[in-house]
């Protein structure tokens, strides 16, 4: 596992740029918008279909829009225009300063049918990118920004979801500080970062290095910033978990507590390891027995998801449940010591681990397993959530969807661990 997928601040103003142009365009923005709102937008260039009227519109769509144009005057009023035309309702504008260019980054509400890059392109945009939006992208930037920076500061584990949350649909990948042709991972990326088009790279607080790509739309310098900023943030903070715990009571009798796990618990993980048959290590990490044990120190770091743990009144850990960011998915995995078996244990951790999914903004989970592991598939049935079944080479795949499912509805959830 050398390396694992856990699936904006702006620098100094270039040379070159007209100093008017910011205050120009803010300046057409504010009155192609204010004519707008009240009713005295410019009539419509004649093409034949005059655009419908705002009681006849029916549907409205919710898009994020983001365009690149000249930094000049006047650039930003003929976007807003043409899109003013055609009943597009602006709710929200950031610019990303690109020298000699900006890209202007909308929220739109625009009637359904309405052919945005059309609109923009005949306004002078270039290199439009448009995706679905919702409720949540409501939300300012300023706004949005601070309740990622305050999550991130109240658990490690925040970073890579507040990372996606701020830059959109990428795909994180951490890679060990382990060396390589005579240098750690880390000194290979300048210690403030870089940034090259469609990748970003930062030095991991934990050591190493974080790489974020999104292929399908490049970063501009003020995302980069933003993403720098925040993982500054962790670096000064530390590491640092919520402590929260949880008393599960077994059918039989007897109580366990359940909370949230870190490379701390190394030792006593290990040492539950040892307490397993060559089975159950086999079933949890679908591969040779020895090497389980390598995979802990990873498994337990908050930079690469969550992990709970069911342990003892006298402190030994008897049941580990992971959930793994891995790319744009997310995966849960669980293992529970033998003589603890079928008592409901992983099913316990597991209805917490999903619905922590559920809270981070997760549409789906995954296990992956066999379909003699009983116990697992029983697991993932008794979530209550529709799940897809995929067989691969003798593998079972599970998959739970959560994009309807409110957090914290999972059946049989109980009080949610990882918030202090």
């Known amino acids: 596992m050398s390396e694992v997928k856990y699936t904006r601040h702006g620098g100094p103003a270039q040379s070159g740029r007209n100093p008017a142009g910011p205050a120009a365009r803010c300046t057409a923005a504010f009155h192609a918008w204010w004519a707008r709102r009240h009713g005295h937008a410019p009539p419509a260039h004649d093409t034949g279909d005059a655009p419908p009227s705002s009681a006849a519109r029916g549907e409205s769509v919710l898009w994020r829009m983001r365009t690149t144009v ?7 009023a003929a976007l ?33 049918g309405t052919d945005l890059t059309t609109a ?13 939006a919702d409720a949540h992208d409501l939300v300012d930037a300023p706004t949005r920004v601070l309740s990622l920076a305050a999550r ?4 490690a584990a925040e970073l890579p979801l507040a990372l996606r949350q701020l830059l959109g649909r990428c795909t994180i990948r951490s890679r060990p500080a382990a060396p390589a042709s005579g240098e750690t991972a880390a000194g290979a990326v300048p210690a403030e970062g870089s940034l090259d088009d469609t990748v970003i790279r930062l030095r991991d607080p934990e050591g190493g290095v974080l790489t974020v790509e999104r292929p399908y739309l490049p970063f501009t310098p003020t995302e980069f910033a933003r993403a720098r900023a925040l993982v500054e943030l962790d670096a000064r903070l530390g590491p640092r978990m919520p402590r929260g715990r949880d008393l599960l009571t077994l059918p039989e009798g007897g109580d366990l507590s359940v909370r949230r796990a870190d490379t701390g618990d190394l030792a006593a993980a290990r040492a539950m390891h040892e307490r ?9 990490y679908h591969g ?23 342990q003892t009144a ?21 293992i529970v010591e033998d003589a603890w078996q079928r008592r409901g244990i992983g099913g316990e951790l597991l209805t917490r681990l999903v619905s922590m999914a559920a809270e981070a903004g997760c549409a789906q989970v995954y296990a992956v397993t066999q379909a003699a592991n009983t116990g697992m598939v029983a697991a993932m049935r008794g979530l209550g959530l529709p799940l897809d ?11 739970a969807r959560l994009d309807a499912v409110p957090a914290g509805r999972v059946r049989g959830s109980g009080e949610r661990i990882g918030r202090p």
């Open 70 to 76: 000249k930094d000049e005057p006047g650039a930003l």
């Open 152 to 155: 991130t500061a109240s658990d």
């Open 80 to 112: 807003c225009t043409a899109l003013a035309e055609r009943q597009v309702d602006i709710l929200s504008l950031q610019t990303h300063p690109l020298g000699e260019d900006i890209v202007d980054e909308f929220l739109l509400r625009a009637p359904a």
């Open 389 to 399: 079944y995929q067989i691969e080479e003798g593998t079972l795949v599970i998959t």
């Open 276 to 284: 397993c048959s060559p089975e159950t290590l086999r079933r949890r």
């Open 288 to 310: 040779p027995v020895g090497d389980a044990d390598r995979y802990l120190n990873h498994l337990l770091s908050p930079r690469f998801g969550r992990t709970l743990t069911a």
């Open 120 to 132: 923009v392109t005949l306004a002078g945009g270039r290199d439009i990118w448009t995706e679905r």
């Open 314 to 334: 006298s402190g030994r850990i008897v049941a580990l449940g992971h959930l793994l960011w891995d790319g744009d998915e997310t995966e849960v995995a669980l």
